[in-house]
């Protein structure tokens, strides 16, 4: 278990996570659902918490990370609030809104193509050119889940009986655990992760983590992770009841469900946690569930496609 260091200003950057209660949506499924949406979070996900208890805690000017673009932006904003340099490796296929987001932050973006390099094996390479840097893992570092459990710790005060939490590397779920450790009465935590990056569900069901061999080409692009981090591993084989795999076609209607519903602009990865209810509702009748919308940046194009 890791020790949950906070940037003594961590709680003052940050902003307070927004619950939401749809009637209409909770009608339609006939379920009683709140939804904690991250969207409205400084540059418009979860990692900003992370990213600034880094970037706050490290003694290092200049940071290093990989990312598909809601760390690259959350980094890119936080140090440019510190004072420090950032370098934020992305695929190629990154929304292109994420890209000008990490770019407009003042971060220099190095674009790859992961089908022929890995992101940590850029880093890797980058790493080597710039040995006074801090690499920073968007999820598999203490720091970051540290700073995750800020949205834990808000949910606590939730009486919930489960919370529902997408996972691609498993930073925002582990700080979650660790946070709801303050409830008198801990939630059930279910992990929604998309069937095409499925990587975290088998881990769970065998007890050692397994890696996908390539970088999975879901929608849910906040979740086209190779593996769960090692440091938060042991905290979400312990502490996560279910982990539940979202097809598609089910993430794609959560995000118009969630426009249609709730007035929520809402990004593929985010919707997972809805996704995950509309697979298996029975698991949430007659309970008091929280939905984490982790984000909503979502590129515009896909998005009018989503909403068909």
Known sequence: MIDIKLAPDLLSA??????????????????????????FQHTGSFKFRAAYNLAASVPQSEILTASSGNFGQALAYACRLLGKKCTVVMPESSAAVKIEAVRGFGATVDLIDTEKI???????????????????????????????????????????DAVVVPVGGGGLVSGIILGLKQSPKPPDIYAAEPL???????????????????????????????????????????????????????????????????????????ALSLGAVLIAPDDFRYKKVCLVVSGGNVDANLYKQLLG
């Open 14 to 39: 940050i902003r307070p996570t927004t619950l939401i209660e749809s009637s209409k949506l909770n009608e339609r499924l006939g379920l009683n659902l709140t939804i904690a949406a991250e969207t």
């Open 118 to 160: 890995g992101r940590n094996e850029r880093v890797t390479q980058l790493a080597q050119q710039m040995p006074g840097a801090y690499h920073a893992s968007a999820y598999d570092d203490d720091l970051v889940i540290a700073g995750n459990s800020t949205l834990g710790e808000e949910l606590a005060s939730g009486d919930f």
């Open 196 to 270: 095409l990056a499925n990587d975290a569900t088998r881990s769970f069901q065998v007890g050692s983590l397994i890696r996908n061999e390539t970088e999975p080409q879901t929608i849910a692009d906040g979740a086209r992770t190779i593996s769960l981090g090692i440091r938060n591993w042991p905290i979400i084989r312990s502490g996560v009841k279910n982990f539940i795999e979202v097809p598609e076609q089910q993430i794609a209607e959560a995000v118009r469900l969630y426009y249609d519903d709730a007035n929520l602009k809402c990004e593929p990865t985010g």
